[in-house]
């Protein structure tokens, strides 16, 4: 239970104390009246002893009486009604609330903090008026009067005379059979006889004298002079006089309105019809009944019968306006008790208390006590039990032995007053009054075993009750507290008796003793008991107090408090007391609240949302249902459906009490602020035919951070070009798009008249579709004058025709059942200035009779049209981004910050042109190398020209807008064959296959020395595109050499024609994919050429072998491919001719088939030959059909100098330089330099292909480039095999550096070898045995240096078999010559072979061994001839 002001050792003695009667003449209640009080009233602060008191018991012993008490109050003649109790005790609970500002303890148990209310003071008003208010019963004597107080005045005419009339009408009071009520303690009453005299208005000699004449008839002893009102009432209130009364006439005013606030008005009918409720202090309604003065009038619990025909005790709920109680509380307010009583005369009314309890009533009831004591005595010994024989002189034969159901009946048994079971019962209570518990508890005790001998169980439950308060308050507690009496007592009250009322006085009583022992579980199962459907506002007080005593044990029991507190609550609420059940739910939801119990925190909510709602507590109200909503609801969508409904008509309420209010933010939908994207621009215009917009950047694209880096490396490229090379130090990169991955630390920059548009991810946690109407952006502006001044103007809602930004509006937004869904949001920028979005404004609302079924989707109609809008409320939400986390200074790694995220704060800059791009005819698909020409429009879109147009991309080899010049670029196909996408020239069909020489710079190319061939200046006429206008160019456009579906991302840069100081460029983008499938593949060597004299006679030649093989496998519906001309370009070499090695002209190749060419390759002449530094090449043309591509113009030279450009980026091996061994390298490189060749062929072809039985030719090339000789090279990369695994080596390898050799391939290609000779040598044999034959060996020198040489003749016979492919001839002659050969000098020796019989014999057994001419002999190495020399020797 909760704390309460007064032990209980205090509470007992003061619940039952001595009843004193007052009976007054009217004259005397006139003049008590005059304070506003009536008699009893007036005594009632001064009825408390302020001293202790002390009276001899019957063994003479003396016994101390301490804080005694007595009761005074008003003949009253008609007992209470249970219905007008009840009504009393509902409004003592209403009334008493808990104290504003009130501190609450703070509880910890375990995981919970709890703020609970200490004590309960609307328990502590209840239980006082319960036990205040019990009507007085014939089983116990506490509470009837033991004493009757007579008042007259001194104004009146016969004083005495008065006297005597209100003794008789006292003694016809008690003693007629008429008058069942009041009850009265014995027959002999005390009567106490008072003069009053008001001091300031009568006659103090007159008093005294009539005073002094009742001394001599009543004793000194049984009259009092009591002398008030010394202070005129229209005195000036100079003087503050403290007023005791008010705390005690609150209850009082309460106790006797008219009107009730609120709950149960539970009544019985009244058969004293004619008897009315009495006015505030019950003294204005002068009725006579039966014969009466106006003093003996309708108990103040007596009802109007009229007020209700309800006869049940529990009448139904019926709520009053409390307007009638303001206006009673108000009149309350303004009277002032006591106002003629002085401080004296408050002593003297304290004086007279004193003086009546101690010479009248304390005298009286020792006096009683000692009668009935002696009563007991005399009756003694004759029998076993002090009463037995009176009960035989009463009953006149033994009481029969009685059955349990007739046990259960004889609760209605009743006892003459004078049986001597009821004296031993009175002598106990009167004990029990004066505090004299040991006497008390004997007598109850023998008392109880009496009554429930005669099975009067009304009267045993009494006695037992009794009995065990008794044992409890006996001084030094000699025996423990018999609760099991307290039990049975509870039980006979509640089931045989019937009695709810004495069981309930019962159990406070016991609960109170139970914990004062902090017997905190036994007090709530106690509590507990009692509580019953008869009753809400019992059950609910009992119910919160069983919940306290758990929450006080030792280890406090969290949830039990819990949940008897939510049961408390709904009993209350079922009484009607809204303020007390609002009360319980919400300490109850402390305990709840964030356990994960959903549905029991959402039953709590809603019960305090409606109470709340019925208190006018709006706030509370809309805050609670707002936790039912927002949390993650497990309840049913029907449910659900109710609480939003129930929330938005709460939410609805609130709204139209402050309709000028700012908006409510509101719970629904969930917004994820950190998914809000933003984006600057237009939105993209779709495919119109052939024309295709670029793709840009939308916010239907997916973030990717790999391709957003991609093109952050693409705009860093092109700024740095456009600065000479430096990325400038505030550069940063364009974002159209801001989302949660991209980097918001800065203010965005949007553009004037260019919409922003801002998406917003919407959530539905509920099972029900949400309907939000109106939505639009929220925002704040603050305009820049084009001086730079702010002028604030701060709009928070558009209305009207908006000059600075217009805002758009979704007129109707549904979101389904548990629905993720995004808003897109515009805003139109008419201003410069800074914006600051802050959030969504709608109307949120449900959907009429539109649920989601079954998880299938909203009902057929409910998107189409207007959706019939059940109830809305207007609000907003804010956009509240988190920044990321920072984590760079090791502050920010040790504490938790957050960095801005300005995504919704845009600044609007000055107009910016604005590109858009088109592309015409772009394909999808390509064959792999295959050329296909395009158009680009550019279109500016803006009211502001621009400049500077250049697009870069990662894949500079996929396309090109043609050459610098335009000579080299065909801007329309020539009418040639097909409508190529080539430059061509008819050529004759006849002509040899000799190579047409053409040459070009790969400047003009834009693949200069030093430049960023990724960067590429779109060719605008006049560079500048004017505002509205549009260009088209030509775009050509080649498959990527791997087949597979490829991204090629295209970013164009453009500049404004005026600079902007805030944004100095702008980008856009176009991902392009394109899909390729296999065609042809080229493979290549070259190898020198045998023969060394050439026309000109100057040595090099090469054979060129290319290999061409159709991987195509007809998927695109290729019939075949024509290779129509093989091109060489190269700064120093070019195809002479094709040496066909087949008669067939034609290169026609079928799938799978392959094709092999060989071309002789010849030196250009040295006025051909440009510097090393000059990027001048040699192109020449080897035709196969009967026109020449023109290999040296766009777009074939276009590609081929790309995709040299790519090939030449990629990294080459480079050896590592010592400087030790620089002479080394130098000759290694020089001997490297003998087999490298920079070749490069361009294979250009057709493909005839059939699509819709229709035939296509497409026109493709593809390159090989040649470094190496005899090394194979291919035209598409080939595929890298995965290494082998290794095993793992642990240890370290030693640092030994490998002297750098050349490889052997590299020292063979040094010097080139010749033997010029006859094939086949006749010789007659029989006229000379010996053959001679001339030979020549011709070598030459590959290399730039100056080469040694030594010719070694001699036969090596290292095995047999040498000696067989030999055979037996010998060199004449000398056998080694040493020479020394210039750089690329060509010398001739003249040699002599021996044959001695015919036969076929391979010359080539010179061994030629060269190194260089500084070079140590560390280089000499064999030289191996290519291929054998073979004569055959005829014998003629």
Request: aromatic share 8%; charged share 20%; net charge neutral.
């Amino acid at each position: 239970m909760a704390q309460c002001v007064q032990s209980v050792q205090e509470l007992i003695p003061d619940s039952f104390v001595p009843c004193v009667a007052a009976l007054c003449s009217d004259e005397a209640e006139r003049l008590t009246r005059l304070n506003h009080l009536s008699f009893a009233e007036l005594l009632k602060p001064f009825s408390r002893l302020t001293s202790e008191v002390h009276m001899r018991d019957p063994n003479n012993q003396l016994h101390i009486i301490k804080n005694l008490k007595i009761a005074v109050s008003n003949i009253i003649t008609q007992p209470p009604q249970p219905g007008a109790i009840r009504k009393l005790l509902n409004d003592v609970v209403s009334g008493s609330q808990p104290a504003e500002g009130l501190v609450a303890n703070v509880i910890t148990a375990g995981d919970y903090d709890l703020n609970i209310s200490a004590t309960t003071p609307w328990f502590e008003s209840y239980r006082e008026t319960f036990l205040q208010s019990m009507p007085a019963s014939d089983h116990e004597f506490l509470n009837h009067y033991l004493a009757c107080m007579l008042v007259a005045s001194s104004s009146e005419a016969e004083p005495v005379e008065q006297f005597s009339k209100l003794s008789q009408e006292q003694h016809r009071i008690q003693h007629n059979s008429d008058y069942s009520y009041p009850k009265w303690f014995i027959p002999n009453t005390l009567k106490y006889y008072v003069l009053l005299h008001d001091v300031s208005a009568g006659d103090e000699q007159r008093a005294e004298s009539i005073y002094e004449e009742m001394k001599q008839k009543y004793g000194t002893q049984g009259c009092y002079l009591l002398k008030i009102n010394s202070r005129t009432s229209n005195r000036a209130s100079d003087e503050q006089i403290p007023d005791p009364w008010s705390q005690y006439l609150q209850k009082n005013s309460i106790q006797n309105q008219e009107s009730y606030e609120d709950g149960p008005c539970t009544i019985t009918s009244n058969k004293n019809s004619d008897s009315n409720l009495l006015s505030l202090d019950g003294l204005d309604n002068e009725v006579k009944v039966d014969g009466l003065p106006n003093n003996f009038r309708a108990h103040p619990l007596q009802l109007d019968s009229s007020s209700d025909a309800s006869n049940s005790i529990d009448g139904p709920d019926h709520v009053k306006s409390a307007s009638s109680l303001h206006e009673t509380k108000k009149a309350n307010t303004g009277i002032i008790h006591g106002a003629c009583l002085t401080l004296t005369d408050h002593d003297r009314i304290r004086q007279f208390i004193q003086e009546f309890t101690f010479r009248g009533l304390l005298p009286h009831i020792e006096k009683t006590i000692r009668q009935l004591n002696d009563q007991l005595i005399s009756r003694k010994g004759l029998s076993r039990s002090l009463f037995s024989a009176t009960k035989k002189w009463f009953s006149g034969s033994k009481v029969p032995e009685k059955s349990i159901n007739e046990l259960k009946n004889t609760s209605g048994l009743l006892y003459p007053p004078e049986a001597p079971e009821l004296q031993i019962r009175k002598m106990a209570d009167l004990c029990f009054l004066v505090q004299h518990y040991d006497l008390a508890y004997s007598c109850y005790h023998t008392a109880k075993k009496d009554f429930l001998n005669d099975q009067a169980m009304l009267y045993a439950a009494g006695a037992l009750e009794m009995a065990a308060v008794s044992a409890f308050l006996q001084p030094g507690a000699p025996r423990p507290y018999p609760a099991h009496y307290m039990d049975t007592a509870i039980q006979t009250y509640r089931d045989i008796c019937k009695n709810m009322v004495l069981a309930e006085r019962c159990v406070l009583l016991s609960a109170e003793i139970l914990k004062s022992q902090s017997k905190y579980s036994e007090a709530a199962a106690l509590l507990i008991r009692l509580t019953s459907e008869d009753s809400d506002l019992r059950s609910a007080l009992l119910l919160e107090q069983a919940a306290h005593c758990f929450i006080n044990m030792k280890s406090p029991m969290v949830r039990k408090y819990a949940f008897h507190m939510i049961l408390a609550g709904h009993r209350f609420s079922k009484a009607g007391q809204k303020k007390h059940a609002l009360r319980c739910y919400c300490q109850a939801m402390q305990v709840y609240k964030g356990k994960g119990w959903s549905l029991a925190e959402d039953h709590i909510n809603f019960t305090i949302g409606r109470q709340s709602y019925t208190l006018r507590q709006l706030d509370n109200a809309v805050s609670a249902f707002r936790h039912i909503l927002i949390n993650e609801s497990k309840q049913s969508a029907a449910q659900q459906g109710a609480f939003l409904r129930e929330y938005l008509y709460v939410y609805k309420n609130v709204s139209q009490m402050s309709p000028d209010g700012p908006l409510p933010q509101l719970p629904l939908p969930y917004i994820n602020s950190s998914a809000t994207r933003v984006f600057f621009g237009h939105d993209r215009r779709p495919a119109d035919g052939e024309k295709q917009a670029a793709t840009h950047v939308s916010l239907d694209q997916e973030y990717d951070s790999e391709s957003s880096q991609q093109w952050r490396e693409l705009e860093e490229q092109v700024v740095a070009v456009v600065n000479r090379g430096v990325v400038p130090s505030n550069f940063y990169p364009t974002q159209y798009c801001l989302n949660s991955y991209s980097d918001n630390s800065r203010f965005p920059l949007a553009v004037v008249e260019e919409p922003i548009t801002v998406e917003v991810a919407f959530r539905n946690p509920l099972k029900v579709p949400l309907l939000l109407t109106d939505l639009s952006l929220l925002w704040k502006f603050q305009p820049k004058d084009i001086s730079g001044k702010d002028n604030e103007e701060v709009k928070e809602l558009v209305t009207g025709e908006p000059k600075m930004i217009g805002t758009e509006l979704i007129s109707e937004f549904l979101i389904n059942s548990e629905e993720s869904k995004v808003a897109r949001l515009k805003l139109f920028p008419h201003h410069i200035g800074e914006l600051h979005i802050l959030g969504v404004v709608y109307n949120l609302g449900t959907i009429q009779g539109c649920m989601t079924v079954d998880g299938i989707g909203s009902l057929p109609g409910c998107h189409t049209g207007k959706h019939s809008l059940s109830m809305s409320v207007r609000g907003r939400q804010d956009l509240e981004i988190q920044g990321p986390r920072l984590n760079n200074t090791k502050e920010e790694k040790t504490s938790i910050k957050y960095g801005p995220d300005r995504r919704l704060d845009p600044i609007i800059t000055e107009e910016m042109p604005l590109l858009e791009v088109f592309f015409i005819h772009f394909p999808t698909g390509l064959l792999c190398g295959e050329i296909r020409k395009a158009y680009v429009e550019f279109v500016n879109v803006s009211k502001s020209p621009l400049t500077g147009l250049k697009v870069v991309s990662k894949r500079p080899e996929f396309f090109t807008f043609g050459g610098n010049t335009a000579v080299l670029t065909p801007l329309s196909p020539s009418a040639s064959e097909n409508c190529s996408a080539y430059k061509t020239v008819a050529t004759d069909s006849t002509a040899v296959c000799t190579a047409l020489i053409s040459s070009a710079s790969s400047v003009d190319f834009g693949i200069g020395i030093g430049s960023q061939p990724e960067v590429i200046p779109v060719p605008l006429p006049d560079t500048v595109l004017l505002p509205g206008a549009s260009v088209q160019l030509p775009m050509w456009l080649r498959g990527p050499d791997e087949e597979g579906v490829h991204e090629i991302n295209f970013l164009f840069y453009y500049e404004s024609v005026k600079k902007q100081p805030k944004i100095r460029h702008r980008i856009l983008r176009h991902t392009a994919v394109i899909c390729t499938s296999r065609s042809l593949n080229v493979r290549a060597t070259v190898c020198r050429s045998n023969s060394l004299e050439d026309e000109e006679g100057r040595g090099g030649n090469m054979l060129v072998f290319v290999d061409v093989e159709n991987t195509n496998t007809s998927e695109a519906g290729v019939k075949e491919f024509h290779i129509v001309q093989v091109s060489s370009s190269s700064k120093h070499w070019k195809f002479q001719k094709s040496v066909n090695l087949s008669e067939n002209k034609d290169a026609k190749l079928a799938s799978r088939e392959k094709g092999k060419f060989c071309f002789k390759a010849i030196r250009c002449k040295e006025k051909e030959v440009a510097t090393q530094s000059s990027e001048k090449y040699t192109f020449a043309d080897i035709i196969f059909g009967n026109e020449q591509i023109i290999s040296s113009a766009s777009p074939c030279a276009d590609f081929f100098y790309r995709s040299l450009s790519s090939e030449l980026k990629k990294p080459q091996a480079q050896p590592s330089v010592h400087t030790e061994k620089q002479s080394l390298e130098d000759a290694v490189r020089l001997i490297q330099k003998c087999s490298e060749v920079d070749l490069n062929i361009v294979v250009l072809w057709k493909a005839y292909v059939v699509e819709d039985s229709k035939q296509l030719i497409l026109e493709g090339q593809h390159h090989v480039i040649l470094r190496t000789i005899g090394k194979e090279a291919f035209s598409c990369p080939q595929k890298q095999e995965p290494p082998e695994m290794e095993l793992l080596k642990f240890f370290r390898p030693e640092n030994t550096t490998v002297p750098l050799r050349p490889s052997v391939e590299q020292l063979s290609n040094l010097i080139k070898t010749s033997l010029h000779y006859p094939e086949s040598f006749n010789h007659p044999f029989h006229q000379k045995s010996l053959c001679l034959v001339p030979v020549t060996l011709l070598l030459s020198n590959c290399s730039k240096a100056d080469v040694d040489v030594i010719v070694d003749l001699r036969h090596k016979t290292t095995s047999p078999e040498a000696l067989e492919i030999h055979g037996s001839f010998t060199w004449l002659g000398q056998t080694q010559y040493k020479l020394q050969l210039k750089s690329q000098e060509i010398h001739s020796l003249q040699l002599k072979a021996c044959f001695v019989h015919t036969g076929v014999y391979n010359l080539g057994t010179p061994r030629v061994f060269a190194k260089l001419s500084d070079q140590v002999t560390v280089f000499e190495t064999s030289q191996q001839n290519s291929m054998p020399a073979l004569i055959i020797i005829n014998n003629v």
